[in-house]
């Protein structure tokens, strides 16, 4: 909890914001991030997207290390982090850090009953698609729920108030991308 709290600060000043500044671009109140920064508070997923929105970066900058420049990426999933769901599952992120891209890949793996997150949420990214890889799951969007099965996808709209269920009795493995 320590190193993220660090790094949220460190991003944040890097870009010479102050915590209410990014807290409004973030969609977040200042006392949360406050808490966060201080490591008095764990963020969830949802919290750790809207900052890279706010801050303008990826989601696995939280995790990763820059390392070095270069015109190509070649990186291991084993190497990856794997990121607790505090709803019963964890995250990878796949992205590369030092691309000039315009979308951000994640593996989802969402345990039998673990949800994404524990409420519905949405972020400032307008487009995402998600191949389910394995599994069943379910997304609940905007006040509708759509299932869907292994080897199926769909794009919608990420600002709009969603969050993933899987409510099967085995484990699930969605590819996430979402536009940046």
């Known amino acids: 909890m320590k190193n993220i709290a660090l ?3 460190t991003l944040r000043e890097q870009q010479s914001l102050s915590q209410r500044m990014l807290a409004e671009q973030a969609g977040i109140s200042a006392a949360a991030l406050s808490q966060l920064e201080s490591g008095r508070a764990s963020p969830s997923v949802a919290t750790l997207e809207k900052l890279a929105d706010g801050l303008g970066i990826a989601v696995a900058a939280f995790f ?3 390392g070095e420049q270069s015109d190509i990426e070649i990186f291991d999933l084993n190497d990856r982090p794997t990121v607790p769901l505090s709803q019963g599952g964890r995250f990878i992120p796949l992205t590369a850090l030092h691309q000039p891209i315009g979308f951000e ?4 793996q969402l345990d039998a009953g ?4 524990e409420n519905q949420y949405g972020i400032k990214s307008a487009h995402a698609f998600v191949w389910v890889r394995r599994g069943d799951v379910v997304l609940a969007y905007d006040g509708r729920e759509y299932p869907l099965h292994e080897m199926q996808s769909l794009y919608y709209d990420a600002r709009k108030q969603h969050n993933w269920h899987n409510r099967s009795d085995k484990p699930c493995e969605l590819l996430m991308v979402r536009s940046r």
């Open 7 to 9: 790094t949220i600060k």
């Open 105 to 108: 890949p994640m593996l989802v």
């Open 64 to 66: 990763l290390e820059t």
């Open 114 to 117: 673990g949800s994404f997150e």
